[in-house]
């Protein structure tokens, strides 16, 4: 009996093309002689979808191709099984490949698919819905609400938003924190509850951040001026400054003083006013390098 392979993609993320990556990672699994599976979201009980591959197919592997969204989803659909996710980062945000420092070939990142070791990957949980990666209050939510409804995706539509969201920003909000036995006030401009270190960009936001650690950061950022923001995207975090606190925790909640824009690994969730964030029980599986 062959064993299963089976391939989740998005054929709309990140507007790339996933019939290179399709044919690519089906000659891979032909030539180890796996069977392969595939299946392609359509955004229409997609959960309930995967869930029924899996139990049919019984993979040891499932390869994800498309950006932090895709994995997201195949990551919640399959909560409870053993199984080890491969990463073909392939969408407009791919943080979580950025993260774990894949490679840039499709080649390279098949092999580590099908073969490499993997490493167990903490999970946060705020409101209830899952994080894999990097979620936000305030300035950058708003920009990721403005790409959504933006024509333009890709680098560029990006950066143009970027442009765009700071220039109409909203003033600070004030947020009380509870984390590590304390309570405090502060006013931010964005709040990111951090599970690893940078955004897809490649930009820096918790340098000593930590995927498999049992916790997550805060990184309350107080004022991002266009000198600060420049700071940041250009990978000189400015850790030393009043401008940025970060605080390390297992379990926090955070209440702010009126509605705030809010993501969570690239997809705009709305306004929000409380976040009650925790580490899940449950970790997630991926090859790595």
Not at 126 to 146: F, M, Q, R, T, V
Not at 214 to 220: D, M, N, Q, T, Y
Not at 264 to 282: K, M, R
Request: hydrophobic letters at 40%.
């Amino acid at each position: 009996m062959k064993k299963n392979i089976v391939m989740i993609t998005n054929p709309v993320s990140g507007g790339i093309d996933k019939s290179e990556f399709i044919e690519a990672t089906a000659l891979y699994a032909a030539k180890e002689n796996l069977n392969f599976v595939l299946y392609e979201t359509t955004g229409d009980a997609d959960s309930k979808k995967i869930k029924e591959i899996y139990n049919t197919f019984k993979p040891e592997r499932i390869i994800v191709a498309g950006g932090d969204g895709t994995i997201k989803l195949a990551v919640e659909a399959l909560e409870n099984a053993e199984v080890i996710f491969g990463i073909l980062p392939a969408g407009s945000a791919n943080g979580l490949a950025t993260d774990l420092n894949l490679p840039k070939t499709l080649e390279e990142n098949l092999t580590i698919c099908f073969h490499n070791d993997y490493v167990e990957i903490d999970i946060v949980v705020i409101n209830g819905k899952k994080s894999l990666h990097l979620s936000d209050l305030g300035l950058n939510a708003s920009l990721i609400k403005n790409y959504e409804n933006n024509a333009l995706h890709g680098k560029w539509g990006y950066a143009l938003q970027a442009f765009n969201t700071l220039i109409d920003r909203e003033d600070p909000f004030n947020a009380t924190i509870e984390a590590n036995g304390k309570k405090f006030d502060c006013l931010a401009q964005m709040i990111v509850v951090a599970n690893s270190q940078k955004y897809g960009t490649g930009v820096t936001i918790n340098p000593n951040g930590l995927m498999n650690d049992g916790k997550f950061e805060l990184v309350i950022i107080k004022n991002l001026d266009l000198l600060v923001f420049g700071k940041i995207i250009t990978g000189n975090l400015p850790l030393d400054t009043e401008d940025i606190e970060i605080i390390s925790t297992d379990k926090a909640i955070i209440k702010t003083d009126r509605p705030v824009s809010f993501q969570i690994d690239g997809e705009y969730y709305g306004l929000e006013t409380e976040l009650n964030i925790s580490i899940s029980a449950q970790k997630m599986r991926v090859a790595i390098p």
